[in-house]
């Protein structure tokens, strides 16, 4: 059975569900803004330039989940579900991901961004299976840190590989989209590669080697990709 892959943040979201959490914390007075503010800006600054230290980052990101309680953490996730990520889920990739399931593939997420914040995003989606950066959660609490390798760039593959150890799925045959250039090295192990709304380095990568280019949040194409999706399908049944 054939996997569809997703990145989450800025491929099925219409926004980046890290970056908004740090904005949520700030508007909400739950974090300093000036210090938190300034440092999410420049951290997700250097994730789309590549440059991004995620052991630095995740030790910023994660600190707010250690210093509160678990009750008031979850609490304020819900408000940032309802005001941040709703807006943002996108229609199409809700539909690309039922165009799927209707082939009969498995939808799965994998995203750097951690645990505690996509959770609830992938259960919008109806998507069971998540690959994310897990923050450490000990005797009913975050403790700030996190556990296993970072599900970030070859951390992706990493992660992916391990949980294919644990599952029967076809990796062979799977697809993955994604927006940025840090996801390469999962895109070239994949059969069926996709950039969706991709930023620029992606989207040179992708034209130079043929793989689909599509968009979710303005239509670009989607009823091309639609159709080379049922064609491959089909190519695949033959084989």
Known sequence: ???????????????DSDYLWGQFL??????????YEEANAQFYADYRNGT???????????SPLADHEIDALHAWR??????????ILLPAAAALIEKHRAQGDVPIIITATNRFVTEPIAELYGIEHLIAT???????????R??????????KVQRL???LAENRYDIAASWFYSDSHNDLPLLSLVRFPVAVDPDETLETHAVRNGW??????NGRCPEIHARLLQERHQALRIK
């Open 134 to 144: 897990t923050p450490e959660f000990e005797n009913g609490r975050y403790t700030g």
């Open 212 to 217: 689909p280019v599509i968009s979710l949040r």
């Open 1 to 15: 059975m054939s996997l569809a892959i997703f990145d989450l943040d800025n491929t099925l979201l219409g926004g």
């Open 146 to 155: 996190f556990t296993g390798t970072p599900c970030f760039r070859e951390g």
């Open 161 to 163: 590989e391990a949980w």
């Open 52 to 62: 991004l230290d995620i052991a630095a980052f995740l030790e910023f990101a994660l």
């Open 78 to 87: 819900a408000a940032f579900i309802d005001e941040k990520i709703r807006p």
């Open 26 to 35: 700030v508007e909400k007075g739950i974090v300093d803004r000036i210090r």
